[in-house]
T-cell receptor
Framework: SQQGEEDPQALSIQEGENATMNCSYK?????LQWYRQNSGRGLVHLIL?????REKHSGRLRVTLDTSKKSSSLLITASRAADTASYFC???????????????FGRGTQLTVWP | GAGVSQSPRYKVTKRGQDVALRCDPI?????LYWYRQALGQGPEFLTY????????KSGLPNDRFSAERPEGSISTLTIQRTEQRDSAMYRC???????????FGEGSWLTVV
């Protein structure tokens, strides 16, 4: 079963605009990661945020984590056409007996950035 | 190597044939994972190794699927008697340790005809 669910399923914006994608999950976690899957199908790691962190930045990316609401958001500022891709959140699950490092992915958000 | 390397990138096989997919993780990475991804879905966990020990194989769909990592580096995912429903992208990933960032390879596209 998939623990993480991204919202919206699809997002279409103009270059220069900001894109915000959300992720909700069900169980306690150790960390949450965001990945990008481009048209070439490669899955690229973007950022990891630990359960004791609330916000993290990397270049034009800003990730927030609210463990009380079991949700995370990914903000891409000043978007570019090259940001067009599917974005996935992935959580591990802090469950007794669960494999540390085993990730649960959602179905992803398809972001399209128009020039 | 610089990244996780998988081969073959594309494989078309006839139903009933066995296939072997290879993964070469990032040098020095202890943990190695296999995932499967269907179109329009996120990757789903198959199995996981620390060094050569298979720690979790609960995601393998059935006993036609097996994986090994005999020397704690390269891993092979084997699918016996392939069926059309096995068609998917098979992704390998590795991490320095179980709680560290997980890096994925480009994947192996398997099509069973």
């Amino acid at each position: 079963s998939q623990q993480g669910e991204e919202d919206p399923q699809a997002l279409s914006i103009q270059e220069g605009e900001n894109a915000t994608m959300n992720c909700s999950y069900k169980t306690s976690i150790n960390n949450l990661q965001w990945y990008r899957q481009n048209s070439g199908r490669g899955l690229v790691h973007l950022i990891l945020i630990r359960s004791n962190e609330r916000e993290k930045h990397s270049g034009r990316l800003r990730v927030t984590l609210d463990t009380s609401k079991k949700s995370s958001s990914l903000l891409i500022t000043a978007s570019r056409a090259a940001d067009t891709a599917s974005y996935f959140c992935a959580t591990d699950a802090r469950l007794r007996g669960s494999t540390l490092g085993r990730l649960y992915f959602g179905r992803g958000t398809q972001l399209t950035v128009w020039p | 190597g610089a990244g996780v390397s998988q081969s073959p990138r594309y494989k078309v096989t006839k139903r009933g044939q066995d296939v072997a997919l290879r993964c070469d993780p990032i040098s020095g990475h202890v943990s190695l994972y296999w995932y499967r991804q269907a179109l329009g879905q996120g990757p789903e966990f198959l199995t996981y190794f620390n060094y050569e020990a298979q720690q979790d194989k609960s995601g393998l769909p059935n006993d036609r699927f097996s994986a090994e990592r005999p020397e704690g580096s390269i891993s092979t995912l084997t699918i016996q008697r392939t069926e059309q429903r096995d068609s998917a992208m098979y992704r390998c990933a590795s991490s320095f340790s179980p709680s560290a960032t997980i890096y994925f390879g480009e994947g192996s596209w398997l099509t069973v005809v």
